[in-house]
């Protein structure tokens, strides 16, 4: 069973920054794609990034593009999310999945982190 750890959420001001970590508990790092998706209170989860198994390709939502980066360290067995110029609006709770592709749908992803609470206030 592949488990998935995120950390290095907590409160900062906007126009802050913030790195999230997902670590992944098995050498089985390499065989997947990650995923970053997040959840308001009252919203349903969506999409943020997400990153091929070599690291060579990745996506954004449009609403973080420009602000945040997604990255990977295969040999770490860990998926970073850096989170920088960050806005009211991106509170929430901020999960990492494992998945077979660039997908922006959770449903195609098959193993998720148990999430990390980031929250953007003054």
């Known amino acids: 069973q592949v488990q998935l750890v995120e950390s290095g959420g907590g409160l900062v001001q906007p126009g802050g920054s913030l790195r999230l970590s997902c670590a992944v508990s098995?050498?089985?790092?390499?065989?997947?794609?990650m995923g970053w998706f997040r959840q308001a209170p009252g919203k349903e989860r969506e999409f943020v990034a997400a990153?091929?198994?070599?690291?060579?390709?990745?996506n954004y939502a449009d609403s973080v593009k420009g602000r945040f980066t997604v990255s990977r360290d295969n040999a770490k067995n860990t998926v970073y999310l850096q989170l920088n110029s960050l806005e009211p609006e991106d509170t929430a709770v901020y999960y990492c999945?494992?998945?077979?592709?660039?997908?922006?749908?959770?449903?195609?992803?098959?193993?998720w982190g148990q999430g990390t609470q980031v929250t953007v206030s003054s």
């Open positions: 990153i091929t198994r070599s690291g060579g390709s990745t």
């Open positions: 098995e050498r089985t790092i390499g065989i997947f794609a």
């Open positions: 999945a494992a998945g077979t592709g660039l997908f922006r749908t959770p449903a195609d992803y098959h193993y």
